[in-house]
């Protein structure tokens, strides 16, 4: 059983020589051709199956490195193939069945498993036919994933372009809002600014006024006028006025005493002596 698993390992580090004739992968010897043989992992589990190899262990084959890095690509595990000897040709020869199997990715975007079978006449060359084919047939989830990717990018840049669009819109609303309540206060500040003017010519022609009232009460007051009119005003501050300002002046009675009449000052009349 050792000296199996030997030869196996030995086997898996080759990297078997193939040439390309055609649109077909053929072996060294050109009578023996690769087909398919329909053949399921539920149709390997009736056979012996001895061979068993998977991708992600640091292998050399060939068309191995570039499935693998599509599979990493792709989010998908390692792939993995069955191999198994099949005693069913007419000839009594005996065949390798190769069966690949490649699960898909569990996660969105999800990708669907792929399962198809290779017939070789050896393990190496037919383990090889199915790697190329492996490729083949990942071709269509690549596509399928760079139209989903793309598909999202576009998404992501229409959702962009709407957004875009909205937050422009709401800007040039904005704008607009700014601009008619910008020359709303440019019409308040020009009607303060007027009313402002008015008070301010107003203030100055009645700062002029009374400078002008000031400067004739100051006349008024030199040519001796009391325009404040106290209990103390006169037209003249001469002291002789002053001094005679109680007296009569044709008696030496003080006020109006002299018209004052006394018990002698009647002279009784007989009226009948004058009839």
Known sequence: ????????????????????????LMVDDPHTEYDYSGLSLTDMEQLNHTKFYQLGNGGSLIFERDLEALAEFLECPHPE????????????????????????????????????????????????????????????????????LTRKELDNSHAYANQTHLHQSQQSETIKILAKERKSLRQQRAKKDYIIARLRAK??????????????LKD??????????????????????????????????????????????????DVDEEE
Request: proline share 3%; charged share 30%; aromatic share 10%.
């Open 81 to 148: 193939f069955f191999g198994a000897q099949v005693n069913d040709q007419p000839g009594g020869e005996l065949q390798w069945v190769i069966v690949a199997d490649l699960r898909g990715k569990i996660e969105p975007p999800m990708s669907e498993r792929i399962q198809f079978s290779v017939r070789d006449n050896n393990w190496l060359d037919g383990l090889a036919r199915a790697l190329q084919e492996a490729l083949a047939q990942l071709k269509y989830p690549v596509e399928h994933l760079d139209f989903m």
């Open 1 to 24: 059983m050792a000296d199996c698993h030997h030869w196996e390992a030995k086997l898996i580090g080759e990297v078997p020589i193939l040439g390309y004739v055609s649109e077909r």
């Open 220 to 269: 008024l007051e030199g040519e001796g006028e009391d325009i404040q009119g106290g209990g103390t005003s006169y037209l003249s501050d001469d002291d002789d006025f002053e001094e005679a300002k109680d007296l009569d002046f044709h008696t030496d009675v003080e006020g109006y005493e002299f018209m004052e009449a006394g018990v002698d000052d009647f002279i009784l009349i």
């Open 203 to 216: 203030i100055a022609s009645l700062e002029e006024t009374v400078k002008a009232q000031e400067t004739q």
